[in-house]
């Protein structure tokens, strides 16, 4: 059979031969009841394909690679898989384990056979009965279908957004993400920028099930019912119908009557769910969700308990984008932003302990902004007022609330936020916080945060066609949407100045971000060496040792949790000289009286490294000591103080101690080691004499 035929064939199989499973060796008929779904489990998380660079490649695991790996689903042994990006493609894993392409693979909307057909931003997929296989064209503002044959065509929409009911040619979508499919054949879509959820019957008519013109939160029947930011959507085993609806950090669902209800998040209720974005539904009513802002799955109880069986702190997803259930319960994952497709197996004790690889590479491809400023003159000079790390404090008096995630250039308060290098929005809430402090616009790889997204300083549109100004009832802005699937160019301009008077640019999701200095900008330099103004040994109970004997400080050989603690700052060429800014990396050398570093210092005990943040909330108090940040400074400038016992670095975070128990009693000295990004290190000031009793 040649391949041509053989992937029609694997496409044809229909529910029923969910038993001969790719993930697993074939195993006994299976019973005629399905065992009950384990509740409360953790996962082990294997890698399916992707190797966290972003790319244009399919093959085995190790040599795929994706742009914006989305919906899942799973039918006859085969997982098939949405990319997006700059893809568009949609691919399927067969029972040899390699990834191939079914369809698509540049952008554009075209109807044909496999690589003929054309898609934008694909999102959410579905199968039916029959392995007819139907995607959320997102980009194309269509539902596409892929027949058990290989041939793509237009089931609803034109490629133009809006919103009408009608016949297939007529309807209009806006945004598509979510696509299911009802038993009896009829297609379900969570039409997204629409609010709203839709219903394409077998005829091709399009209506609207559920939802209004405007986004909002309400329960009811049809019309009456509100949601904000539907993106995912699957049936349960009673017909119900479940919706990720997004904004609202809820789970919703519609009976058989039409009627919608809230099925888990309240509003004005402590919130339990953060940005639902993608769901799985068991055959027993188990539901697991994935989260946009905290990177976890969850698993939602009949009984309404939930727990998290994947994703915390310290290892956390991306952007976990679309679920799909393997026919032994475990659960299939896509992990956009971070370019992978994981399985996540219920983890067991005899199970080897493996560090999961998660989120994008470092070696992932910065964007390209060719030495572009995010201000005009882009190609100019303008000052840096922060970089990544930096301790920061809230407007509540906290000091070290957490740590800076990107790099600040400073403009002026109403001056146009220009796009640095092209990107695709990929996010469906890729907005946040209007009029707020932090109101931002994600585009791609990049963050640009302190500006009125899409608006001037008088709060009139930019550019209305890709950023859309959401008016409440009252005529009052609610919100600024750019769709999943809006591109932008260098030199767009995406919004303006608001009264923090800089932008922020961050590179990378929430967790994973990378040190923006690393893009390179045009006539930035950096020649000035970071200076040192204290170093400092703290005793468990954070206390400053201050006896000296001769001019060294006096330390015990048995002192435990004792802290080395750096007060140091960097400046750039340029800047003002008041400006301060942190370090890029520190660490220290113990050295014997001789001046000779003792074993295993031979090299400086580097801890700290920002290259890549930290994703755990509580970072910023291993990484600085008390009397950091500015709040507590009463001056402008911001005071480092870093806690070079501690680890941050590569995203990593442990805490630590100086070990001197083990040396014998004298003189010492603890060199430390203190640089800028560029490789300036401080030299100054930079030695601690010791007498170790």
Do not use: C
């Not at 041939?151 to 009408?164: C, Q, R």
């Not at 609202?248 to 669902?253: D, E, I, V």
């Not at 209007?434 to 585009?443: C, H, I, P, R, T």
């Not at 930019?462 to 160019?489: C, E, H, I």
């Amino acid at each position: 059979m040649d391949r041509k035929h053989w992937v029609m064939a694997v496409i044809g199989v229909t529910a029923a031969a969910l038993g001969a499973s790719f993930l697993w060796a074939p195993q006994a008929p299976a019973p005629a009841a399905p065992p009950a779904t384990p509740l409360g489990w953790q996962a082990r998380i294997d890698l399916l394909g992707g190797d966290g660079v972003a790319g244009n490649a399919a093959g085995t695991a190790a040599q795929t690679r994706f742009s914006d790996p989305w919906g899942l689903v799973m039918g006859g042994g085969v997982l098939f898989v949405a990319d997006a990006g700059d893809n568009n493609r949609i691919l399927y894993r067969g029972l040899d384990g390699r990834f191939q392409l079914l369809a698509g693979g540049i952008e554009g909307l075209a109807d044909g056979q496999g690589s003929a057909a054309r898609f934008n931003t694909p999102s959410g997929i579905a199968l039916d009965a029959q392995g007819n296989l139907y995607v959320a064209d997102t980009g194309n503002h269509a539902i596409r279908k892929i027949s058990a044959q290989g041939l793509v065509s237009t089931l609803a929409g034109n490629g133009s957004p809006g919103f009408a009911d009608g016949t297939a040619a007529q309807a209009r979508f806006n945004g598509p993400m979510g696509v299911a499919v009802a038993a009896d054949g009829r297609v379900y879509v969570a039409d997204t920028w629409n609010d709203r959820i839709r219903v394409i019957a077998t005829d091709g008519t399009v209506t609207t099930l559920a939802g209004g013109a405007q986004p909002g939160w309400e329960d009811g029947p049809g019309a009456q019912a509100r949601f904000d930011t539907p993106t995912d959507l699957k049936f349960d085993g009673h017909g119900n119908l479940w919706i990720a609806d997004l904004q609202n950090n809820a789970l919703r669902s519609i009976d058989g009557n039409g009627m919608v209800s809230t099925r888990v998040g309240m509003p004005n209720a402590e919130r339990v769910l953060w940005g639902p974005m993608t769901l799985a539904i068991t055959h027993d009513d188990v539901v697991y969700v994935g989260e946009r802002q905290t990177g976890r799955v969850v698993q939602l109880s009949p009984h309404g308990h939930i727990v998290a069986v994947a994703g915390n702190d310290a290892l956390r997803f991306a952007r976990p984008a679309g679920l799909a259930l393997a026919p032994d319960g475990s659960l299939l994952l896509s992990d956009a932003d971070a370019y992978r497709i994981h399985h996540l197996v219920p983890r067991t004790a005899n199970m080897p302990e493996v560090a999961p690889q998660l989120g994008p590479s470092a070696d992932n491809p910065l964007p390209a902004n060719q030495g572009r400023w995010p201000l005009a003159p882009q190609s100019g000079w303008h000052e840096v007022t922060g970089t990544l790390g930096e301790v920061r404090g809230n407007f509540s008096g906290e000091s070290r609330h957490h740590l800076h995630s990107g790099f600040d250039v400073r403009g002026d308060v109403g001056q146009t936020v220009l796009a640095i290098a092209s990107g695709k929005v990929s996010s469906p809430a890729s907005t946040w916080t209007l009029g707020g402090q932090a109101e931002g616009l994600s585009l791609d790889k990049l963050d640009y945060i302190h500006m009125k997204v899409g608006r001037d300083a008088s709060n009139r549109a930019l550019d209305p066609a890709r950023m859309q100004l959401v008016y409440d009832d009252s005529g009052q802005l609610d919100r600024v949407r750019v769709r999943r699937g809006t591109r932008f160019q260098p030199g767009d301009a995406l919004g303006s100045i608001n009264n923090q008077a800089h932008v922020h640019l961050a590179v990378g999701p929430s967790g994973y971000e990378r040190n923006a200095v690393r893009l390179g900008f045009s006539n930035y330099a950096d020649h000035v060496a970071p200076k040192i103004d204290d170093i400092a040994v703290l005793d468990a109970d954070n206390q400053r040792l201050v006896e000296k004997v001769d001019g060294r400080l006096r330390v015990s050989r048995d002192g435990a949790g004792l802290q080395l603690v750096v007060e140091a700052w960097d400046q750039v060429d340029n800047n003002l000289p008041r400006r301060r800014l942190g370090l890029y990396s520190l660490g220290y050398q113990i050295l014997d009286g001789n001046g000779r570093a003792l074993s295993g210092y031979e090299q400086p005990r580097t801890n700290i490294i920002f290259n890549r943040m930290p994703p755990q909330r509580d970072a910023v108090k291993q990484a600085y000591a008390a009397d950091s940040g500015i709040t507590v400074h009463g001056s402008s400038s911001t005071r480092f103080r870093y806690v070079l016992t501690n680890t941050v670095r590569d995203g990593l975070l442990a805490g630590g101690a100086l070990q001197l128990a083990e040396l014998q009693p004298g003189n010492y000295t603890i060199r430390i080691s203190a640089k800028d990004f560029s490789g300036n290190e401080a030299v100054a000031g930079r030695e601690l004499q010791l007498l170790l009793q």
